[in-house]
Protein backbone atom coordinates (compact mmCIF):
# COMPACT_ATOMS: atom_id res chain seq x y z
CA UNK A 1 0.00 0.00 0.00
CA UNK A 2 0.73 3.71 -0.30
CA UNK A 3 1.52 5.58 2.45
CA UNK A 4 -1.33 7.50 1.52
CA UNK A 5 -4.23 6.51 -0.58
CA UNK A 6 -5.22 8.15 -3.72
CA UNK A 7 -8.37 9.16 -2.04
CA UNK A 8 -7.20 12.06 0.38
CA UNK A 9 -5.39 13.55 -2.99
CA UNK A 10 -8.69 13.34 -4.52
CA UNK A 11 -10.95 14.57 -2.00
CA UNK A 12 -9.40 16.89 -0.03
CA UNK A 13 -7.20 20.07 0.17
CA UNK A 14 -5.40 21.43 2.99
CA UNK A 15 -5.36 24.92 3.84
CA UNK A 16 -4.29 27.04 6.51
CA UNK A 17 -5.81 29.51 8.56
CA UNK A 18 -5.15 32.10 11.92
CA UNK A 19 -6.80 29.47 14.07
CA UNK A 20 -6.56 26.35 12.80
CA UNK A 21 -2.88 26.53 10.99
CA UNK A 22 -3.41 23.86 8.81
CA UNK A 23 -6.68 21.82 8.31
CA UNK A 24 -8.57 19.75 5.57
CA UNK A 25 -11.44 20.92 3.40
CA UNK A 26 -13.13 18.13 1.25
CA UNK A 27 -12.47 19.41 -2.48
CA UNK A 28 -15.59 16.92 -3.53
CA UNK A 29 -18.68 15.93 -2.21
CA UNK A 30 -18.22 13.20 -0.15
CA UNK A 31 -20.77 10.21 0.85
CA UNK A 32 -21.87 9.01 4.13
CA UNK A 33 -18.99 5.90 4.94
CA UNK A 34 -16.81 7.15 1.88
CA UNK A 35 -13.29 6.75 2.97
CA UNK A 36 -11.48 9.86 2.56
CA UNK A 37 -7.84 8.81 3.49
CA UNK A 38 -6.06 5.16 4.34
CA UNK A 39 -2.57 5.83 5.79
CA UNK A 40 0.40 3.67 7.13
CA UNK A 41 1.99 4.84 10.56
CA UNK A 42 5.41 6.98 9.92
CA UNK A 43 6.71 6.15 13.54
CA UNK A 44 5.13 4.00 15.84
CA UNK A 45 5.67 4.78 20.06
CA UNK A 46 5.22 3.70 23.34
CA UNK A 47 2.84 6.05 25.71
CA UNK A 48 5.56 8.21 27.66
CA UNK A 49 6.54 6.13 30.62
CA UNK A 50 5.70 2.68 29.21
CA UNK A 51 8.69 0.37 27.43
CA UNK A 52 7.78 -1.39 24.33
CA UNK A 53 9.75 -3.89 22.12
CA UNK A 54 10.94 -1.44 18.76
CA UNK A 55 9.67 -4.78 16.80
CA UNK A 56 6.80 -6.41 17.88
CA UNK A 57 5.99 -3.09 20.35
CA UNK A 58 5.09 -5.64 23.30
CA UNK A 59 5.70 -4.03 26.66
CA UNK A 60 9.83 -5.26 27.58
CA UNK A 61 12.51 -4.49 30.09
CA UNK A 62 15.00 -5.84 27.70
CA UNK A 63 17.26 -3.78 25.02
CA UNK A 64 18.54 -4.98 21.66
CA UNK A 65 21.82 -6.77 22.42
CA UNK A 66 23.51 -5.08 19.34
CA UNK A 67 22.92 -1.52 19.09
CA UNK A 68 21.66 -1.31 23.08
CA UNK A 69 19.97 1.74 23.17
CA UNK A 70 15.88 0.60 21.60
CA UNK A 71 14.05 -2.12 23.92
CA UNK A 72 13.61 -5.52 22.37
CA UNK A 73 12.00 -8.45 23.97
CA UNK A 74 13.13 -11.84 24.38
CA UNK A 75 11.10 -13.03 21.49
CA UNK A 76 12.28 -10.65 18.83
CA UNK A 77 15.55 -11.88 17.19
CA UNK A 78 16.19 -8.01 15.78
CA UNK A 79 14.79 -4.79 15.05
CA UNK A 80 15.33 -2.59 11.44
CA UNK A 81 18.59 -3.69 10.60
CA UNK A 82 19.87 0.26 9.32
CA UNK A 83 18.62 1.78 12.61
CA UNK A 84 20.01 -0.81 14.82
CA UNK A 85 23.95 -0.51 12.59
CA UNK A 86 23.68 3.11 13.18
CA UNK A 87 23.26 3.25 16.73
CA UNK A 88 25.97 -0.12 17.50
CA UNK A 89 28.78 2.22 15.65
CA UNK A 90 27.96 5.22 18.24
CA UNK A 91 30.96 5.45 20.35
CA UNK A 92 29.67 4.76 23.98
CA UNK A 93 30.87 4.04 27.40
CA UNK A 94 29.08 0.97 29.32
CA UNK A 95 27.94 3.88 31.77
CA UNK A 96 26.48 6.04 29.14
CA UNK A 97 24.88 3.11 27.69
CA UNK A 98 23.20 2.70 31.19
CA UNK A 99 22.08 5.87 31.26
CA UNK A 100 20.30 6.20 28.28
CA UNK A 101 18.51 3.07 28.84
CA UNK A 102 17.32 4.23 32.43
CA UNK A 103 15.67 6.77 30.97
CA UNK A 104 12.52 5.62 29.57
CA UNK A 105 11.21 8.13 27.07
CA UNK A 106 15.01 8.35 25.25
CA UNK A 107 14.05 5.58 22.55
CA UNK A 108 10.60 7.60 21.46
CA UNK A 109 13.63 10.60 20.66
CA UNK A 110 15.97 8.43 18.69
CA UNK A 111 12.95 7.10 16.62
CA UNK A 112 12.78 10.24 15.11
CA UNK A 113 15.97 11.07 14.83
CA UNK A 114 17.23 7.73 13.17
CA UNK A 115 14.53 9.35 10.34
CA UNK A 116 17.16 12.02 9.77
CA UNK A 117 20.08 9.69 9.66
CA UNK A 118 19.49 7.94 6.44
CA UNK A 119 19.25 9.62 3.20
CA UNK A 120 15.56 7.55 2.48
CA UNK A 121 13.86 8.77 5.18
CA UNK A 122 15.00 12.56 4.97
CA UNK A 123 12.11 13.48 3.39
CA UNK A 124 9.88 12.03 6.02
CA UNK A 125 12.06 13.82 8.80
CA UNK A 126 11.45 16.95 6.69
CA UNK A 127 7.59 16.67 6.43
CA UNK A 128 7.83 15.66 10.01
CA UNK A 129 9.18 18.90 11.28
CA UNK A 130 5.98 20.74 9.53
CA UNK A 131 3.61 19.69 11.82
CA UNK A 132 2.65 21.59 15.11
CA UNK A 133 4.49 21.28 17.77
CA UNK A 134 2.71 24.15 20.05
CA UNK A 135 5.96 25.07 21.03
CA UNK A 136 5.04 28.82 22.15
CA UNK A 137 2.55 27.30 24.40
CA UNK A 138 4.05 24.28 26.15
CA UNK A 139 7.80 26.51 26.97
CA UNK A 140 8.82 26.23 30.44
CA UNK A 141 5.15 24.46 31.33
CA UNK A 142 5.96 20.83 33.46
CA UNK A 143 6.51 18.77 29.93
CA UNK A 144 8.58 20.97 29.19
CA UNK A 145 11.01 20.36 32.25
CA UNK A 146 10.22 16.83 32.01
CA UNK A 147 11.29 15.98 28.37
CA UNK A 148 14.27 18.30 29.59
CA UNK A 149 15.08 16.03 32.40
CA UNK A 150 14.11 12.77 31.00
CA UNK A 151 15.53 13.12 27.20
CA UNK A 152 17.71 16.21 26.48
CA UNK A 153 19.46 16.01 29.15
CA UNK A 154 20.73 12.31 29.02
CA UNK A 155 20.96 12.53 25.13
CA UNK A 156 23.28 15.95 25.71
CA UNK A 157 25.07 14.45 28.87
CA UNK A 158 26.33 11.30 26.92
CA UNK A 159 27.57 13.34 23.65
CA UNK A 160 25.12 10.71 21.77
CA UNK A 161 23.92 13.84 19.51
CA UNK A 162 27.29 14.87 18.87
CA UNK A 163 27.95 11.47 16.66
CA UNK A 164 24.75 12.18 15.10
CA UNK A 165 24.62 13.47 11.07
CA UNK A 166 24.79 17.25 11.73
CA UNK A 167 24.11 16.64 15.43
CA UNK A 168 25.58 20.17 16.27
CA UNK A 169 22.40 21.15 15.22
CA UNK A 170 20.02 18.83 17.40
CA UNK A 171 19.69 21.28 20.40
CA UNK A 172 17.21 21.45 23.44
CA UNK A 173 14.96 23.56 21.18
CA UNK A 174 14.78 20.91 18.10
CA UNK A 175 14.46 18.05 20.44
CA UNK A 176 11.41 19.67 22.51
CA UNK A 177 9.70 20.55 19.03
CA UNK A 178 10.26 16.86 17.99
CA UNK A 179 8.87 15.61 21.21
CA UNK A 180 5.83 18.06 21.04
CA UNK A 181 4.93 17.05 17.68
CA UNK A 182 4.49 13.61 18.70
CA UNK A 183 1.78 14.99 22.01
CA UNK A 184 0.40 17.32 19.83
CA UNK A 185 -0.48 15.33 16.60
CA UNK A 186 -0.02 11.07 17.73
CA UNK A 187 -3.21 9.26 17.68
CA UNK A 188 -3.99 7.01 20.19
CA UNK A 189 -3.78 3.14 18.92
CA UNK A 190 -4.09 -0.48 20.51
CA UNK A 191 -1.13 -1.79 21.67
CA UNK A 192 -0.69 -6.21 21.74
CA UNK A 193 -1.60 -6.64 25.24
CA UNK A 194 -5.36 -6.06 25.95
CA UNK A 195 -6.52 -2.76 26.97
CA UNK A 196 -2.77 -1.16 26.39
CA UNK A 197 -2.19 2.18 24.16
CA UNK A 198 0.33 3.08 22.32
CA UNK A 199 0.48 5.92 19.81
CA UNK A 200 0.92 6.32 16.02
CA UNK A 201 2.28 8.92 14.25
CA UNK A 202 0.17 9.64 10.53
CA UNK A 203 1.21 12.69 8.87
CA UNK A 204 -1.76 13.07 6.72
CA UNK A 205 -3.95 11.88 9.01
CA UNK A 206 -3.01 14.47 11.71
CA UNK A 207 -4.24 17.38 9.82
CA UNK A 208 -7.68 16.76 10.50
CA UNK A 209 -9.12 19.63 12.63
CA UNK A 210 -10.63 18.61 15.57
CA UNK A 211 -14.63 19.31 16.76
CA UNK A 212 -16.67 17.79 19.35
CA UNK A 213 -19.19 17.10 17.02
CA UNK A 214 -16.93 15.37 14.07
CA UNK A 215 -17.75 14.44 10.59
CA UNK A 216 -15.28 12.02 10.56
CA UNK A 217 -14.88 8.47 12.08
CA UNK A 218 -11.27 7.17 12.03
CA UNK A 219 -10.34 3.03 12.60
CA UNK A 220 -6.88 1.39 13.18
CA UNK A 221 -6.96 -2.14 11.82
CA UNK A 222 -4.50 -4.59 12.90
CA UNK A 223 -1.54 -3.77 10.92
CA UNK A 224 -2.12 -0.27 12.44
CA UNK A 225 -2.99 1.19 9.24
CA UNK A 226 -5.64 4.52 10.09
CA UNK A 227 -9.10 4.47 7.77
CA UNK A 228 -10.76 7.95 7.89
CA UNK A 229 -14.19 8.27 6.58
CA UNK A 230 -17.22 10.21 6.34
CA UNK A 231 -19.73 9.75 9.24
CA UNK A 232 -22.66 11.68 7.58
CA UNK A 233 -22.56 13.53 3.67
CA UNK A 234 -19.86 16.05 3.75
CA UNK A 235 -20.59 18.69 1.06
CA UNK A 236 -17.39 20.14 -1.46
CA UNK A 237 -15.82 23.21 1.15
CA UNK A 238 -16.74 21.86 4.33
CA UNK A 239 -13.78 21.49 7.03
CA UNK A 240 -13.37 17.90 7.66
CA UNK A 241 -13.23 17.61 11.54
CA UNK A 242 -12.19 14.48 13.70
CA UNK A 243 -12.87 14.17 17.39
CA UNK A 244 -10.02 14.36 19.46
CA UNK A 245 -11.56 13.16 22.85
CA UNK A 246 -13.88 10.63 23.85
CA UNK A 247 -17.41 12.16 22.34
CA UNK A 248 -19.46 11.38 25.74
CA UNK A 249 -17.34 13.15 28.06
CA UNK A 250 -18.93 17.17 29.42
CA UNK A 251 -17.72 20.02 27.88
CA UNK A 252 -15.48 21.18 30.32
CA UNK A 253 -13.33 17.99 30.60
CA UNK A 254 -13.44 17.55 27.23
CA UNK A 255 -12.00 21.11 26.78
CA UNK A 256 -9.66 20.56 29.72
CA UNK A 257 -8.20 17.91 27.68
CA UNK A 258 -7.75 19.83 24.35
CA UNK A 259 -6.21 22.54 26.25
CA UNK A 260 -3.45 20.62 28.36
CA UNK A 261 -2.87 17.96 25.38
CA UNK A 262 -3.88 19.73 22.13
CA UNK A 263 -3.04 23.50 23.37
CA UNK A 264 -6.52 25.26 22.35
CA UNK A 265 -9.58 26.50 23.44
CA UNK A 266 -12.47 24.30 21.53
CA UNK A 267 -14.87 26.68 20.07
CA UNK A 268 -17.64 24.20 18.45
CA UNK A 269 -21.15 24.26 18.87
CA UNK A 270 -21.25 21.59 21.34
CA UNK A 271 -18.78 23.22 23.86
CA UNK A 272 -20.60 26.76 23.02
CA UNK A 273 -24.38 25.45 24.01
CA UNK A 274 -24.08 25.56 27.81
CA UNK A 275 -27.20 22.35 27.49
CA UNK A 276 -24.98 20.41 25.20
CA UNK A 277 -27.64 20.69 22.53
CA UNK A 278 -30.17 19.72 24.89
CA UNK A 279 -28.48 16.72 26.01
CA UNK A 280 -27.03 18.16 29.37
CA UNK A 281 -23.99 15.89 29.80
CA UNK A 282 -22.83 18.28 32.13
CA UNK A 283 -25.85 19.42 33.53
CA UNK A 284 -26.57 19.84 37.57
CA UNK A 285 -30.45 19.34 39.47
CA UNK A 286 -31.26 22.31 40.75
CA UNK A 287 -32.37 21.82 44.46
CA UNK A 288 -34.49 24.66 44.30
CA UNK A 289 -36.73 24.13 40.69
CA UNK A 290 -38.69 21.29 40.08
CA UNK A 291 -37.73 20.21 36.91
CA UNK A 292 -34.10 23.00 36.80
CA UNK A 293 -31.16 22.08 35.76
CA UNK A 294 -27.60 24.04 36.66
CA UNK A 295 -25.64 24.60 33.54
CA UNK A 296 -21.95 25.81 33.23
CA UNK A 297 -22.62 29.49 31.46
CA UNK A 298 -19.86 29.84 28.71
CA UNK A 299 -19.45 33.33 28.60
CA UNK A 300 -19.39 33.68 32.50
CA UNK A 301 -18.16 30.23 33.58
CA UNK A 302 -21.07 30.79 36.34
CA UNK A 303 -23.06 27.55 37.19
CA UNK A 304 -27.03 29.20 36.52
CA UNK A 305 -30.06 27.61 37.20
CA UNK A 306 -32.05 27.44 33.47
CA UNK A 307 -35.64 28.20 35.10
CA UNK A 308 -34.16 30.74 37.64
CA UNK A 309 -31.02 32.67 37.56
CA UNK A 310 -30.51 33.37 40.79
CA UNK A 311 -30.12 29.25 41.67
CA UNK A 312 -26.04 29.16 41.17
CA UNK A 313 -23.61 27.14 42.25
CA UNK A 314 -20.08 27.42 42.91
CA UNK A 315 -17.27 26.23 40.58
CA UNK A 316 -15.57 24.38 43.47
CA UNK A 317 -18.62 22.72 44.79
CA UNK A 318 -18.81 21.52 41.07
CA UNK A 319 -15.43 20.58 40.66
CA UNK A 320 -15.77 18.40 44.14
CA UNK A 321 -18.94 16.49 43.55
CA UNK A 322 -17.61 15.36 40.59
CA UNK A 323 -14.17 14.71 41.71
CA UNK A 324 -15.75 12.48 44.64
CA UNK A 325 -18.29 11.28 42.11
CA UNK A 326 -16.05 9.64 39.71
CA UNK A 327 -13.88 7.96 42.63
CA UNK A 328 -16.69 6.14 44.26
CA UNK A 329 -17.43 5.10 40.42
CA UNK A 330 -13.97 3.64 40.41
CA UNK A 331 -14.73 1.63 43.50
CA UNK A 332 -17.92 0.79 42.70
CA UNK A 333 -16.47 -0.98 39.45
CA UNK A 334 -17.98 -4.79 38.76
CA UNK A 335 -19.97 -4.66 41.58
CA UNK A 336 -23.90 -3.94 39.71
CA UNK A 337 -25.39 -3.45 43.51
CA UNK A 338 -22.93 -0.31 44.55
CA UNK A 339 -23.32 0.90 40.60
CA UNK A 340 -27.14 0.93 40.99
CA UNK A 341 -27.43 2.56 44.44
CA UNK A 342 -24.89 5.15 43.17
CA UNK A 343 -26.71 6.01 40.33
CA UNK A 344 -29.49 6.14 42.06
CA UNK A 345 -27.59 8.72 44.72
CA UNK A 346 -25.78 10.82 42.13
CA UNK A 347 -28.76 11.27 40.15
CA UNK A 348 -29.96 13.61 43.09
CA UNK A 349 -27.17 16.07 42.33
CA UNK A 350 -26.77 15.33 38.29
CA UNK A 351 -28.98 15.23 35.61
CA UNK A 352 -29.79 11.46 33.98
CA UNK A 353 -27.78 12.04 30.96
CA UNK A 354 -24.98 13.58 33.06
CA UNK A 355 -21.38 11.95 31.49
CA UNK A 356 -20.64 10.16 35.07
CA UNK A 357 -24.28 8.80 34.94
CA UNK A 358 -23.56 7.90 31.62
CA UNK A 359 -20.55 6.38 32.56
CA UNK A 360 -22.13 4.63 35.56
CA UNK A 361 -24.73 3.25 33.31
CA UNK A 362 -22.00 1.83 30.52
CA UNK A 363 -20.98 -0.07 33.35
CA UNK A 364 -23.93 -1.27 34.83
CA UNK A 365 -25.23 -2.56 30.99
CA UNK A 366 -22.07 -4.25 30.44
CA UNK A 367 -22.06 -6.53 33.92
CA UNK A 368 -25.72 -6.94 32.59
CA UNK A 369 -24.38 -8.37 29.46
CA UNK A 370 -22.54 -10.94 31.06
CA UNK A 371 -25.15 -11.85 33.49
CA UNK A 372 -27.62 -12.64 30.25
CA UNK A 373 -24.64 -14.47 28.41
CA UNK A 374 -24.62 -16.82 30.96
CA UNK A 375 -27.35 -18.83 31.55
CA UNK A 376 -26.73 -20.38 34.52
CA UNK A 377 -27.72 -17.17 36.34
CA UNK A 378 -31.13 -17.75 35.39
CA UNK A 379 -31.81 -13.78 34.52
CA UNK A 380 -35.36 -12.86 34.81
CA UNK A 381 -37.52 -10.55 33.07
CA UNK A 382 -36.32 -7.74 35.18
CA UNK A 383 -32.39 -7.90 34.60
CA UNK A 384 -33.42 -7.90 30.56
CA UNK A 385 -36.05 -4.87 30.84
CA UNK A 386 -32.79 -3.03 32.83
CA UNK A 387 -30.18 -3.63 30.22
CA UNK A 388 -33.02 -2.17 27.76
CA UNK A 389 -33.69 0.72 29.75
CA UNK A 390 -30.17 1.54 30.03
CA UNK A 391 -29.17 1.15 26.28
CA UNK A 392 -32.30 3.09 25.19
CA UNK A 393 -31.03 6.18 27.63
CA UNK A 394 -27.36 5.86 26.41
CA UNK A 395 -28.52 5.89 22.67
CA UNK A 396 -31.03 9.27 23.12
CA UNK A 397 -27.73 11.20 23.87
CA UNK A 398 -25.33 9.13 21.42
CA UNK A 399 -28.13 10.52 18.76
CA UNK A 400 -27.51 13.75 19.55
CA UNK A 401 -23.99 14.44 19.98
CA UNK A 402 -22.71 11.59 16.96
CA UNK A 403 -25.79 11.76 14.63
CA UNK A 404 -24.24 10.30 11.60
CA UNK A 405 -22.26 6.78 11.64
CA UNK A 406 -20.96 5.75 14.76
CA UNK A 407 -19.40 3.22 16.43
CA UNK A 408 -20.54 3.67 19.83
CA UNK A 409 -24.25 4.10 18.77
CA UNK A 410 -24.26 0.87 16.68
CA UNK A 411 -22.95 -1.30 19.51
CA UNK A 412 -25.15 0.55 21.92
CA UNK A 413 -28.12 -0.29 19.10
CA UNK A 414 -26.96 -4.15 18.48
CA UNK A 415 -27.02 -4.39 22.64
CA UNK A 416 -30.50 -3.12 22.80
CA UNK A 417 -31.74 -5.05 19.55
CA UNK A 418 -30.23 -8.50 21.11
CA UNK A 419 -31.47 -7.57 24.75
CA UNK A 420 -34.81 -7.33 23.60
CA UNK A 421 -35.12 -10.33 20.78
CA UNK A 422 -33.70 -12.39 23.68
CA UNK A 423 -36.18 -11.19 26.03
CA UNK A 424 -39.01 -12.09 23.59
CA UNK A 425 -37.69 -15.37 23.03
CA UNK A 426 -37.62 -15.99 26.89
CA UNK A 427 -41.20 -14.77 27.04
CA UNK A 428 -42.22 -16.68 24.25
CA UNK A 429 -40.49 -20.46 25.51
CA UNK A 430 -43.06 -18.97 28.96
CA UNK A 431 -46.06 -18.68 26.75
CA UNK A 432 -46.14 -15.28 27.63
CA UNK A 433 -45.75 -14.20 23.94
CA UNK A 434 -47.36 -16.07 21.27
CA UNK A 435 -45.46 -16.23 17.39
CA UNK A 436 -47.48 -13.31 16.17
CA UNK A 437 -45.97 -11.07 19.12
CA UNK A 438 -42.71 -12.71 18.81
CA UNK A 439 -42.67 -12.06 15.03
CA UNK A 440 -43.24 -7.90 16.03
CA UNK A 441 -40.79 -8.31 18.36
CA UNK A 442 -38.36 -9.80 16.00
CA UNK A 443 -39.05 -7.60 13.27
CA UNK A 444 -37.81 -4.55 15.36
CA UNK A 445 -34.73 -6.25 16.47
CA UNK A 446 -34.07 -6.91 12.47
CA UNK A 447 -34.61 -3.12 11.62
CA UNK A 448 -32.07 -2.00 14.14
CA UNK A 449 -29.32 -5.07 13.42
CA UNK A 450 -29.45 -3.76 10.54
CA UNK A 451 -29.24 0.07 11.11
CA UNK A 452 -26.12 -0.81 13.75
CA UNK A 453 -24.75 -3.39 11.03
CA UNK A 454 -25.17 -0.10 8.16
CA UNK A 455 -22.90 1.79 11.13
CA UNK A 456 -20.00 -0.65 10.94
CA UNK A 457 -19.97 -1.54 7.37
CA UNK A 458 -16.91 0.41 6.60
CA UNK A 459 -14.90 -0.81 9.59
CA UNK A 460 -12.33 -2.40 8.46
CA UNK A 461 -12.55 -6.50 9.12
CA UNK A 462 -9.70 -6.64 11.50
CA UNK A 463 -10.75 -4.10 14.13
CA UNK A 464 -12.75 -5.79 16.76
CA UNK A 465 -16.20 -3.77 15.29
CA UNK A 466 -15.00 -5.21 11.57
CA UNK A 467 -15.06 -8.54 13.26
CA UNK A 468 -18.61 -7.32 14.83
CA UNK A 469 -19.86 -6.45 12.26
CA UNK A 470 -19.43 -9.96 10.35
CA UNK A 471 -20.93 -11.40 13.37
CA UNK A 472 -23.69 -9.08 13.18
CA UNK A 473 -24.29 -10.73 9.39
CA UNK A 474 -24.26 -13.72 10.43
CA UNK A 475 -27.12 -13.37 13.31
CA UNK A 476 -29.01 -11.31 11.09
CA UNK A 477 -29.34 -14.29 8.79
CA UNK A 478 -30.31 -17.02 11.00
CA UNK A 479 -33.16 -14.54 13.12
CA UNK A 480 -34.17 -13.84 9.14
CA UNK A 481 -34.60 -18.17 9.71
CA UNK A 482 -36.38 -17.62 12.96
CA UNK A 483 -38.60 -15.47 11.32
CA UNK A 484 -39.27 -17.38 8.48
CA UNK A 485 -40.67 -20.34 11.08
CA UNK A 486 -42.85 -18.04 13.53
CA UNK A 487 -43.94 -16.65 10.34
CA UNK A 488 -45.20 -20.56 9.33
CA UNK A 489 -46.03 -21.53 12.47
CA UNK A 490 -47.95 -18.28 12.76
CA UNK A 491 -49.87 -19.17 9.24
CA UNK A 492 -50.48 -23.01 10.28
CA UNK A 493 -52.75 -21.59 12.84
CA UNK A 494 -54.68 -19.27 11.34
CA UNK A 495 -55.32 -21.29 8.54
C1 LIG B 1 -3.22 17.43 15.21
S1 LIG B 1 -2.82 19.08 14.89
C2 LIG B 1 -3.75 19.47 13.48
C3 LIG B 1 -2.87 19.99 12.37
C4 LIG B 1 -2.29 21.35 12.65
N1 LIG B 1 -3.30 22.38 12.53
C5 LIG B 1 -1.11 21.70 11.72
O1 LIG B 1 -1.04 22.81 11.24
O2 LIG B 1 -0.24 20.84 11.56
C6 LIG B 1 -3.63 19.83 16.23
C7 LIG B 1 -3.47 21.33 16.28
O3 LIG B 1 -4.33 21.94 15.32
C8 LIG B 1 -4.99 23.08 15.87
N2 LIG B 1 -6.44 22.77 15.97
C9 LIG B 1 -7.06 21.63 15.61
N3 LIG B 1 -8.39 21.74 15.80
C10 LIG B 1 -8.61 22.95 16.31
C11 LIG B 1 -9.79 23.65 16.72
N4 LIG B 1 -11.01 23.09 16.65
N5 LIG B 1 -9.66 24.90 17.19
C12 LIG B 1 -8.44 25.48 17.27
N6 LIG B 1 -7.28 24.88 16.91
C13 LIG B 1 -7.37 23.63 16.42
C14 LIG B 1 -4.36 23.30 17.22
O4 LIG B 1 -3.29 24.17 17.03
C15 LIG B 1 -3.85 21.93 17.60
O5 LIG B 1 -2.77 21.98 18.49
Known sequence: ????????????????????????????????????????????????????????????????????????????????????????????????????????????????????????????????????????????????????????APLQATGLLLQLHKGADINAE????????????????????????????????????????????????????????????????????????????????????LKTGKCFDCQCARCLDPTELGTHLSSFVCSSCPGGYIVRQPETGVWQCLLNAEHTLKAEFVANVLERAKEEVFHARDDIYRLELLLVKLGRLLHGNHYIMLDLKQHIASILRQILQNMAHRPNRKVYERKIRLCQEILLVLKVVAPGLNRLKAIALYELANTQAELGRKLYSEQELNAADLLIELQQTEVMTREALRMLLYEPISTPEGQLARNMLRELKELQNDMKALQQANDDVVN
Open 1 to 152: MAAVTEDFLRKCQVQHNETLGRFVVASRNIGAGETVLVEQPTLLLANNADRRCCNCHRLTSAFCGQCRLMPLCAECASHEARDCERLANLQLLEQQVDQLQAHTEVAGALKYLLLREHTESQAQYDELLQMESQLAVRRDTDIWRHYQEQVI
Open 174 to 257: LLQRLLGIADINAYEIRAPESGGAMRGIYMRAALFAHSCMPNLVTAIDEQRHIKVYANRAIAAGEILYNCYTNILLGTEERRHI
